[in-house]
């Protein structure tokens, strides 16, 4: 047999090895690239709206996914009248943010893989959606998140607060006007010390519906600060934070 012959032969034989392999499922490039943030979510705040999305951790086909650089984020604004408002019409957004993970704005805080911004460029009578996609390192873009739908309507009022220091809690008393219109479905409460900026989560992880909060949650000798938000179900449907109420701050006192 000639060189050439013996070459085909062991080539042939070498395809005819691979073609017996086992066979893994097939991965499509589409489904290598970053899944689509979850648990997107708008809601007003005060005058402002709040956006929350959790960083994707796998691709699209399920496996761990590495190398997730920022988050873009569009916008769309309609008026709220406005009868042909498509939140899937990816046409009528706009580029609203870009954010890198290793350098977010003043208006973004991370909590974990969950983010949270806030769009302060807003007006009463407006309807804003969200939508965000991740990327990469080599600026490859992932799916693309859900819909977040919000209407903005004039800020809710403050409530009231006041507070107490025991020596094993400090005690908050909420207070708020009756509504005109709206249901209160309860309060959220937002803590900071010393001269810490204030967080944009709550420390409760549901609306506090009573009127008496007894925090006892804290180290002693420190200096805590305190400003509350009422949650109200506007009449839309909307779940809105009203605005924030007045600073308390307060330590744990000395045991008599």
Known sequence: ?????????????????AACGKKGALIYPDMLVPAAPAGVSAQQSG???????????????????HGVAGV??????????????????MTDYRLFRTLYLDRLPADTQRFGSRFVVLDSDVS?????????????????E?????????RVAPPLPAP?????????????YLSLQPLQTG???????????????????????APFNGTVYSDTTLERGVQYRYTVRAVIRQPSGDVAESMPSEEVAGKLTDDE
């Not at 994707?56 to 761990?64: E, I, L, N, Q, V």
């Not at 959606?129 to 991740?134: A, D, E, I, L, Q």
């Not at 009231?160 to 908050?172: D, H, M, R, S, W």
Request: net charge positive; with cysteine; aromatic share 10%.
């Open 183 to 205: 249901q209160l479905l309860g309060y959220n409460l937002y803590r900071a010390s010393g001269a810490a900026s204030w967080p944009y989560q709550p420390f409760n992880r």
């Open 124 to 140: 009463a009578g407006n309807r804003y959606s969200y939508r965000m996609v991740p990327f990469t390192v080599d600026n490859v």
């Open 160 to 172: 009231g607060v006041k507070i107490a220091a025991f020596p094993t809690e400090v005690k908050l």
């Open 72 to 89: 873009k984020i569009s916008r769309l604004v309609a008026d709220t009248d406005r009868k042909d408002f498509c939140n899937s019409c």
């Open 142 to 150: 992932g799916a693309i998140s859900p819909a977040a739908d919000v």
């Open 1 to 17: 047999m000639s060189a050439f012959g013996r070459s085909a032969v062991i080539i042939a034989l070498l395809l005819l090895a």
């Open 47 to 65: 005058s402002a709206v709040k956006l929350q999305f959790t960083l994707p951790d796998k691709d699209r086909a399920g496996r761990p996914v």
